[in-house]
């Protein structure tokens, strides 16, 4: 029997600012239940911190210890546009109990009323707060898809402002080259289960305007030998974000900052959720980032 793919969505037009405000409501509306779901077996303290007009949640797990070191920046997905809110609480409670860490989520402004560079200034706000509790080297930032180029842009701003840099990234199935030049855009259209609409369209709608080949709307064009802080990537063999991850990976390593690459054999875009390659997955980021806070701890 032949695999049935699913219909790509249809999107408004880019000006239809109605339109996206309620394809963005409507797909949270699906989103949110099954996000509180993975996060119910969680046992956390969460927190609401405002950082300069931007809402944070703090997630401390209960069975962390008081004293451990570290917090995980979360920076979340959702195509720049959706994932606020509820589900950005949800997203940020599950994803502490899964790397089993102290989590700050930051629930940034999102296209289409606060386009490029208001999330990423969103972010950078937060990151200097966080600067002022914890140490760089006890900091690890973190996202997927969208959250995932966000982290990246937030590192390389931070570096062009002077800001020490996190002890390290986390980069699930990222979307690093916002030109959608990368190879499996085009090789695994209709083999991504999840990514089955118009990326461009998105890029446009987040980047607002701007040129997308610059590095903060884009990382991979970043100039990695000024400074980058040690990177996990991971990706599936399906993804239409693919060739994002392998050359980020690429472009770190002949820059000679540490990267590791984890690529899930068959998996779309998110990778397999509640399956043992999740699991297996999600073992690897708490090795690197519990080596990250190790490694502070010491110093």
């Known amino acids: 029997m032949a695999m049935r793919r699913p219909a790509p969505p249809t999107y408004p037009a880019l000006g239809n600012i109605a339109g996206w405000r309620a394809y963005a409501a409507s797909m949270e509306q699906v989103m949110l239940p099954v996000m509180r779901q993975r996060s119910a077996h969680v046992a956390a303290d969460v927190d609401e911190m405002d950082v300069d ?40 409670i599950s994803l502490a109990g899964d790397m089993q860490a102290r989590v700050w989520s930051v629930d940034y402004r999102m296209p289409p009323d606060h386009p490029y560079p208001a999330a990423l200034d969103d972010c950078l706000a937060v990151y200097r707060r966080l600067l002022q509790v914890r140490r760089a080297e006890e900091i690890v930032v973190g996202g997927a898809s969208a959250g995932a180029n966000l982290a990246a842009a937030l590192v390389l701003r931070a570096r062009d402002e002077g800001l020490p840099l996190p002890a390290g990234a986390v980069l699930h199935t990222p979307a690093l080259d916002l030109t959608n030049a990368g190879d499996s855009i085009e090789t695994n259209k209709g083999l991504d289960a999840v990514l089955t609409g118009d990326m461009d369209v998105i890029s446009h709608l987040y980047a607002g305007g701007h040129d997308l080949k610059h590095p903060y709307l884009s990382p991979v064009f970043g100039d990695l030998s000024r400074g980058f802080c040690a990177t996990f990537l991971s990706a599936g063999t399906r993804d239409l974000f693919l060739s994002d991850a392998v050359r980020m990976h690429g472009a770190l390593r002949a820059a000679d900052v540490p990267a590791e690459l984890h690529i899930t054999e068959a998996a779309s875009h998110g990778g397999f959720h509640g399956a043992p390659e999740e699991e297996r997955l999600n073992r690897e980021a708490r090795k690197f980032i519990h080596a990250r806070f190790r490694s502070a701890a010491r110093r």
């Not at 997905?77 to 959706?82: D, K, P, Q, R, T």
């Open 53 to 92: 007009g931007v809402r944070v949640f703090v997630v401390t797990p209960h069975a962390l210890s008081p004293d451990a070191p570290g917090v995980l920046l979360d920076i979340h997905g959702g195509a720049f546009i959706v994932c606020g809110g509820d589900c950005c609480r949800a997203e940020a």
